[in-house]
């Protein structure tokens, strides 16, 4: 689980992935702006497909991140209101980019095949490079040089002709974990106004901050208009210091998350921050620390670690 970079990620064979980004382009719809949350299968014990679905709109979840294709699961959102936010593996994407022909068959067999699910975007690759730095101070914030040269910049430049958004996961949890003196009231949107002051701005939480990072650094490569979805944000339940990994602050950050991202950042106050939860249920089967197992808003019983409201 990257901690900040982007869900489009760059395989070494730049012109033809960003092909099979233009062509999955014509075919999504990307209006409005709701709460999402990340259903990630790697569980023993979880419900069935039809199951999680319908656990979905029982809480007024509108949108699902999965992260690649799975029939099942698409079946069970055919003709429902959740809108679809659909991953390539990684593994996957030399071969998808390796000519228009397996890109056009991607596209076929994983979209078109779907049409009544509603694909808000496609997700191609996954935490493939951490490519930029958090400082205290977000206009400060900046990509590493080598690696715009790489791939961030002709990125940037396709999604700026397509005005097409950037993915970031973003995790203020992960941060305080690399970094104790932040303070746990400013990571769960807890603090006093004016915590961090970044003069003319003034931050209250660390979410916003790391955000405002990331427009700053985008500001810096020509990016300054693109728009920002977060896929991925969360707080584990367990696994690590039991004073961060708990229930309780699980609770606040992902409640107050919910709520925050109405609102916008202090660097751009009026635009509402798109964002998907990490997710729907615990992932025993993960590699990684402990952490990365403990994400879950629900148990494989379906019922809610804790209650989260999603009106």
């Keep these: 689980m990257a901690k900040f970079f982007s869900a489009i990620s760059i395989s070494p ?21 709701q709460i999402g949350v990340c259903y990630g299968m790697l569980g023993g014990d979880l419900p069935s497909k039809p199951d999680v679905i319908a ?8 949108r699902m991140r999965l992260y690649f294709p799975d029939g099942e699961a698409q079946e069970a959102l055919r003709g429902s209101d959740i809108e679809l936010m659909l991953g390539i593996l990684n593994p996957d994407l030399q071969r998808i980019a ?4 397996e890109a056009d068959r991607w596209v076929q067999e994983n979209v078109k095949k779907f049409g009544d699910v509603k694909f808000r975007y496609i997700a191609v690759g996954n935490e493939e490079r951490h490519c930029w730095s958090w ?3 977000p206009n400060q914030g900046s990509f590493r040089q080598d690696y715009r040269q790489i791939f961030l910049d002709p990125v940037i430049n396709f999604l700026n002709e397509n005005q097409a958004p950037l993915l970031v996961n973003l995790y203020p949890y992960f941060a305080i974990e690399g970094d104790r003196q932040i303070p746990l009231e400013y990571a769960l949107f807890k603090a006093a106004p004016d915590t961090v002051s970044d003069p003319p701005l003034n931050y209250q939480n660390l979410f916003s901050a790391q955000l405002d990072t990331f427009y700053a650094a985008l500001e810096k490569a020509n990016g300054g208009s693109l728009e920002i979805v977060i896929s991925e944000s969360g707080w584990p339940t367990a696994g690590g210091d039991g004073a961060l990994t708990n229930v309780e602050n699980a609770k606040t950050y992902n409640n107050n998350l919910i709520q925050h991202v109405k609102k916008g950042t202090p660097k751009k106050p009026d635009r509402p921050i798109e964002t998907y939860i990490f997710a729907m249920f615990d992932e025993g089967n993960k590699d990684g620390p402990e952490t990365e197992r403990h994400f879950g808003l629900f148990s494989p019983n379906k019922n ?3 209650p989260v409201d999603f009106n």
């Design 304 to 306: 809610p670690k804790y």
């Design 55 to 62: 656990l979905y709109k029982q809480n007024n979840i509108k």
């Design 98 to 101: 390796s000519s228009p022909a």
């Design 13 to 33: 064979l730049m012109a033809s992935a960003l092909l099979l980004l233009g062509l999955l382009m014509a075919t999504l719809d990307t209006t409005g702006a």
């Design 135 to 137: 400082p205290w101070r």
